[in-house]
């Protein structure tokens, strides 16, 4: 591979390093339990939990309504990298200004991740439409799972810091664990506007083609564009399908991404149990994203993404039984197995069954079907756990989504889904 190419390439993993910071502090380890200790310290631990729940749930449906438009409206327009600069400058902002967060303000804990949320998952959308620009179809596994191995280490990275800054606060001269979580929060800003930019200076914002009849106006071409989308969703029948798919197992997967920590916390495994294992998860998902990513060459992406799923189901079912640290800290570890794999060669399937020409725009969908995921998960959770007085019902719940997914991907024909989009 050329120099230059390989530039490109570095520099679009570069924001999987950058934003990774937010999924791992702010998503996963630090703010949900500085969310139930700290900004809720008014609230009974179940209740924290369901709060958080149905934060994920309003952050991802603002995502989800905004995201086809403004995808149309930047393929219209050769603006991929103007939206994914601004969804990146509201997350890091936001991200910031969480260090001002008081003892029981869980509601404005909420508003500004929310914020945050929006850019981080706004930014992704145009993150990802950039791949298949980036990568040809018999790279694109392979540079996908690079992007999502350089995301877990920049996002371990920055953990380990904000780890120790959280349990030897002295050492860095912070009075205390809370302060260190709010500077963790600082620092993840930090580190986000920073290593984006070389995927703004050297990833080039690809062309635009433009649609016969389209209008001149941007709004209204963008309308035009998700109309002409969805009349065409019949012609890539096998991408849609896929779609229905990753919006149910992904459902899952995301929340246990973003509920495992509140989780822990509610059963009282210790903050340094529940950060570490996060940590783990991070590290281990850079060589298991890296295999995911050679296994898919050896057995194909749809196969490699059932063998995720079903560790997936198994820890569904685990996480019902949870009683010590140790037994999170095994369930972590089978986090960290799939993963990354899971959701990159997902990204990289998707991408090989799309016209590229209209990228962001497929990628938009591709993304809210990831949004609507992260409604209904937390939803359920947050709702099952009010119900019944406990999370664990929660977790089982999980299992519906990893199985129904599975079912709709069985009926993905891949080759003819890639033969259509050329």
């Known amino acids: 591979m050329e120099k230059g190419r390989r530039k490109i390439i570095l520099s679009w993993c570069m924001y999987d390093w950058a934003n990774s910071a937010f999924a791992t502090t702010i998503m996963a380890a630090v703010l949900p339990f500085f969310y139930s200790s700290i900004a809720g310290a008014n609230l009974s631990k179940t209740t924290a939990s369901s709060y958080w729940g149905y934060t994920n749930t309003v952050a991802m449906l603002i995502v989800a309504f905004s995201a086809p438009i403004l995808g149309a409206l930047a393929d219209h327009g050769g603006m991929k990298k103007k939206f994914l600069a601004g969804f990146a400058a509201l997350g890091i902002t936001s991200t910031a200004t969480l260090v001002s967060v008081g003892r029981g303000e869980w509601f404005l804990a909420s508003a500004l991740y929310i914020l945050g949320m929006v850019g981080f998952s706004g930014g992704n959308n145009f993150y990802d439409s950039l791949l298949p620009h980036v990568a040809g179809n018999e790279e694109i596994d392979r540079i996908s799972s690079y992007g999502y191995a350089t995301g877990y280490l920049g996002g371990g990275l920055l953990l380990i810091l904000n780890l120790t800054m959280i349990m030897k606060p002295g050492f860095f001269g912070i009075p205390d664990s809370e302060w260190g ?198 939803l359920v959770f947050g709702l099952v756990g009010q119900m019944t007085g406990s999370s664990r019902l929660s977790v089982v719940a999980l299992v519906v989504f990893f199985i129904g997914g599975s079912l709709i991907l069985l009926r993905v024909n891949v080759k003819e889904g890639r033969k259509r989009a050329f």
């Open 181 to 378: 979580a709010r500077y963790s929060f600082v620092a993840v800003a930090i580190w986000w506007a920073v290593f984006s930019i070389p995927i703004m200076k050297n990833v080039a914002e690809p062309p635009v083609v433009p649609i016969a009849g389209e209008s001149s106006h941007p709004i209204q071409a963008s309308f035009q564009r998700l109309s002409l989308t969805f009349h065409n969703l019949r012609k890539y029948r096998e991408a849609f399908k896929f779609l229905v798919a990753f919006w149910l197992y992904n459902d899952g997967i995301g929340t246990i991404i973003s509920m495992a920590v509140i989780f822990g916390a509610e059963i009282n495994i210790a903050q340094e149990h529940l950060i570490g294992a996060i940590l783990a998860v991070q590290f281990i998902g850079i060589p298991f994203s890296l295999l995911f990513g050679h296994l898919a060459g050896k057995i194909g992406p749809k196969k490699a993404i059932f063998l995720g799923l079903g560790i997936y189901t198994g820890i569904a079912i685990g996480g019902y039984f949870i009683q010590t640290a140790l037994h999170f800290w095994i369930l972590a570890i089978l986090v960290g197995f799939v993963q990354g794999g899971t959701q990159a060669l997902s990204r990289s399937l998707f991408g090989t069954m799309i016209p590229k020409s209209r990228s962001a725009e497929f990628f938009s969908f591709y993304d809210v079907s990831s949004k609507f995921a992260g409604i209904i998960g937390p």
